[in-house]
């Protein structure tokens, strides 16, 4: 059974997000707790689903896939069985680094990182050959002023 988190807590996942690397040791002295407490905590944290996972962050740009591209994706199709079809394809590319369903005008709008227009060209010809989109236009990232991954914890 999950438990409310206390801002000791809200103080590790902070940490974490900033560097996942930590000893337990090295955040226990960030924190301000014992290394058994703040171990216990952290294994909550994670029994509990508020950490998720550890990951290292790549550089996009250093391993070819510097240009970012939204797609935004309108559709006329609202169907079980297309939104189905839809969730397995933009899963099956691994390019799509996020795929949101949208209020407002816009039905969907997809994250991708690609090495350039072409690769952004090669990537839409999949899509499109695996499900029927109505409308599909692209936006291309000039330049990134701020990407984290990290969530607010410590703002209520």
Not at 45 to 58: F, H, N, P, Q, S
Request: hydrophobic share 40%.
């Amino acid at each position: 059974m999950s438990q409310e988190i206390d801002t000791i807590d809200r103080k590790i996942l902070a940490e974490l997000q900033r560097d996942g690397t930590l000893s337990v040791d090295q955040l226990s002295e960030r924190v301000s707790l014992s290394r058994n407490a703040c171990w216990r905590r952290m294994r909550r944290l994670e029994d509990d689903g508020y950490i998720t996972g550890r990951v290292a962050l790549v550089d996009a740009e250093k391993v070819g896939l510097g240009l970012s591209v939204f797609i935004l994706v309108r559709t006329s199709h609202h169907e079980t069985d297309w939104l189905a079809k839809f969730r397995v394809a933009v899963v099956s590319i691994p390019e799509i680094t996020g795929v949101y369903r949208m209020s407002g005008d816009l039905d969907y709008v997809l994250r991708a990182r690609v090495s350039d227009v072409k690769a952004y060209d090669r990537l839409y010809q999949r899509l499109i050959a695996k499900v029927p989109l109505s409308d599909v236009s692209a936006s291309f990232v000039m330049e990134e002023i701020k990407e984290t991954t990290i969530v607010p914890v410590e703002l209520r």
